[in-house]
C-alpha cells in the first residue's frame, strides 16, 4: 500500500483540516476497508453528498469484514504538504499514473486554475 503523510502547509485551521481529509481519503479509507472491513463513514458522506458514491452492493460488506488480511507491506515514498482551497479557486488534479509514452513515465500534479 503505497501511504504518505500528509502536513498542512500552514496552522491555519483550514489547511489542518484539509491535512486530515487528504490523510483520511488516501491513507485511512483503504486502511480501514482493509483492516477492518468497513468503509470509513466521513469519506461515504463526502462522496454521498458530491454525488461520487461507488456502487455497493449488500454483500459487500460481509466479504470485507470476512477478509482476514496478516500483513501490511508499505511503500513510502514521500510526504505531502496540504492547503485548504479557497471558494473562489478552481482546482484542477490529476492523480500520479504510469504512462506509455517513454518521455512521461510518470506524472501527477495539483494545479491552481
Known amino acids: 500500500m503505497g501511504l504518505s503523510p500528509f502536513y498542512p502547509e500552514s496552522s491555519?485551521?483550514?489547511?489542518?483540516?484539509?491535512a486530515q481529509n487528504a490523510a483520511a481519503f488516501r491513507?485511512?479509507?483503504f486502511l480501514d476497508l482493509?483492516?477492518?472491513g468497513l468503509y470509513?463513514?466521513?469519506v461515504l458522506n463526502y462522496l454521498r453528498k458530491n454525488d461520487?458514491?461507488?456502487?455497493?452492493?449488500?454483500?459487500d460488506q460481509d466479504l470485507l469484514k470476512s477478509a482476514k488480511p496478516d500483513i501490511l507491506g508499505i511503500?513510502?515514498?514521500e510526504s505531502k504538504t496540504v492547503a485548504a482551497v479557497k471558494e473562489t479557486q478552481e482546482v484542477f488534479y490529476k492523480?500520479?499514473?504510469i504512462n506509455d509514452d517513454e518521455d512521461s513515465?510518470?506524472?501527477?500534479?495539483?494545479?491552481y486554475g
Open 95 to 97: 492523480e500520479p499514473i
Open 75 to 77: 511503500n513510502y515514498y
Open 105 to 111: 513515465k510518470r506524472e501527477g500534479e495539483a494545479r
Open 52 to 59: 461520487l458514491m461507488p456502487v455497493i452492493y449488500p454483500n
Open 12 to 18: 491555519k485551521p483550514a489547511d489542518v483540516l484539509a
Open 34 to 36: 482493509y483492516f477492518k
Open 27 to 29: 491513507n485511512y479509507f
Open 40 to 42: 470509513r463513514k466521513d
